[in-house]
């Protein structure tokens, strides 16, 4: 699986939009970009993914750069629950079995 | 919404006891997966399932760990002989397809601790 580079930890002020970058240079092109986050210790809740075009649903939107080289996870009116770990994992799609690899993610706080 | 129920949610046992860490996933899911986070560390992957067998397994999950689907429903780790390293959190997690829409969706999680 590509690698991926994100910063250690990011505030947001509560009700603000949250923009949190990854940088993944070296995904192919059968891999996808997912988002993960981690409350607390809970399990790891899936958020987004996608592949080449810009994504939205109803937790987030994902903008990935026209070389895929990149991505912004964009958390558009953050609140005091979306304070967790996000992950970014670049992974291929096409195999069920295919395992998530985490890192260590960003440590987002939203600031009341 | 559908969830990964996990049981316990903490467990606390002796060095060298058996422990059976258990889960139901998601029912119309295929794919099956037990995951670990030791305290303030990554989350690592054990060992993925599917079609009543192992699909892969990390370096982690060596012979003292075993996986089964007994009944088409629970899905369950072993630990056989537990070490003051296996003191972790478990996640387990499903899938419905390759390419599903909503990614994997993890359980809530069991505590094991190891004394």
């Known amino acids: 699986d590509a690698k991926t580079t994100q910063p250690t930890s990011m505030d947001c002020a509560e009700g603000r939009a949250a923009n949190l970058p990854c940088n993944h240079s070296?995904?192919?092109?059968?891999?996808?970009v997912y988002w993960y986050r981690q409350i607390h210790s809970q399990g790891p809740q899936y958020i987004i993914h996608g592949l080449k075009n810009n994504e939205t649903n109803e937790m987030a939107s994902l903008i990935i750069t026209e070389d895929r080289k990149s991505s912004t996870l964009i958390l558009p009116h953050a609140t005091l629950r979306d304070t967790a770990v996000y992950y970014c994992?670049?992974?291929?799609?096409?195999?069920?079995?295919?395992?998530?690899?985490f890192g260590t993610g960003t440590r987002l706080t939203i600031i009341p | 919404e559908p969830e990964v129920t996990q049981t316990p949610s903490h467990q606390v046992t002796q060095m060298g006891q058996e422990v059976i860490l258990r889960c139901v996933p998601i029912s119309n899911h295929l794919y099956f997966y037990w995951y670990r986070q030791i305290l303030g560390q990554k989350v690592e992957f054990l060992v993925s399932?599917?079609?009543?067998?192992?699909?892969?397994k990390s370096e982690i999950f060596d012979d003292q760990f075993s996986v089964e689907r007994p009944d088409g429903s629970n899905f369950t780790l072993k630990i056989r002989s537990t070490k003051l390293e296996d003191s972790a959190m478990y996640f387990c997690a499903s899938l419905r397809n390759p390419g599903s829409d909503y990614g994997y969706t993890f359980g809530s999680g069991t505590r094991l601790t190891v004394v």
């Open positions: 070296t995904i192919s092109g059968n891999e996808y």
């Open positions: 994992i670049v992974r291929a799609a096409n195999f069920g079995n295919e395992k998530l690899t």
């Open positions: 399932f599917y079609n009543n067998e192992i699909s892969e």
